[in-house]
């Protein structure tokens, strides 16, 4: 196994040497969850500045929401390297813990180009945990829990909000519960093609789901909260359970470089994973 990641670790310093300059002008939002000098809320370090406070209920029984620490241990991050933290959401099925924007502006409406990405490392997701949820954007998992194989599922509107739902899905063949697994979703309004890419420590990137969607501009409504690792939208009701890292939003109404290709999104897991601690 050992060798196995050596190998896997020296194909992405390949892939960093060769990919080429990221479109970092598009990067609107980056969460790395390091900034643990304010413990209950993480900030960006993309171009666009958005804060995102950590809650969770009371308790189990109760409807009230309070400021809470999220941030993991030490070395909780997928690197492994000691000053990288992850958000910790193991705790979410039971307090419906969350990660939420202030403010109830929706970064993603009106986007032609876009690409979110991440890492999660789940515990049990639950039924229709959400990774990623931006009014009608979300990133979740779409198999009940319990089912014998897990899939992630996108879901936008295009153009219209009383459009149907574009979706695409795929299989997690990546990973096991306890493994950090990579995930890229990618939007080119132009030709109206979505991709979900897939990853994890020890496999290398490839492409699981293309679909086809409307072509055009993203609409996931007004006044909707940018969220991680749970759901605003379904009352708190959607949580994650596991830690999730290294959240980013590359997006632009104009650009088409915000919907990064293959070679782009193996840069992106490459990098995350540079000078990782072996295990």
Known sequence: M???????????????????????????????????SQNELTQSSGDESL??????????????????????????????????????????????????????????????FFTLSGWFKSTGPGSYSRIIE?????????????????????????????????????NLDHGIKGEWVFFAVTYDGSSGEANIYVGSETLRVESMAVAIFAKGKVVSGEGQRFSIGNSSYHDNQRPFEGYLDNIRVWGSSDDSSAALNMKEVQSVMANDLKNRTLR
């Open 51 to 112: 804060t995102l406070n950590f809650t969770s209920f009371v308790n189990a029984n109760s409807d009230e929401r309070i400021a809470t620490d999220l941030y993991g241990a030490r070395g909780s991050g997928v690197s492994g390297k000691s000053d990288d933290l992850a958000y910790d959401n193991t705790n979410s099925p039971s307090l419906g813990c969350m990660a939420q924007a202030r403010d109830a502006s929706n970064p993603v409406n009106d986007l032609k």
């Open 134 to 170: 931006i009014g009608k954007t979300a990133l979740f998992f779409s198999e009940m829990e319990g089912a014998s194989t897990q899939r992630i599922e996108f879901s936008t509107r295009i153009n219209d909000m009383s459009s149907d739902p574009e979706r695409v899905s795929t």
């Open 2 to 36: 050992k060798n196995k990641i050596s190998q896997f670790v020296s194909l992405a310093n390949v892939i960093l040497l060769t990919s080429g300059a990221l479109a970092a002008e598009t990067l609107l939002y980056e969460f790395t969850f390091n900034d643990n």
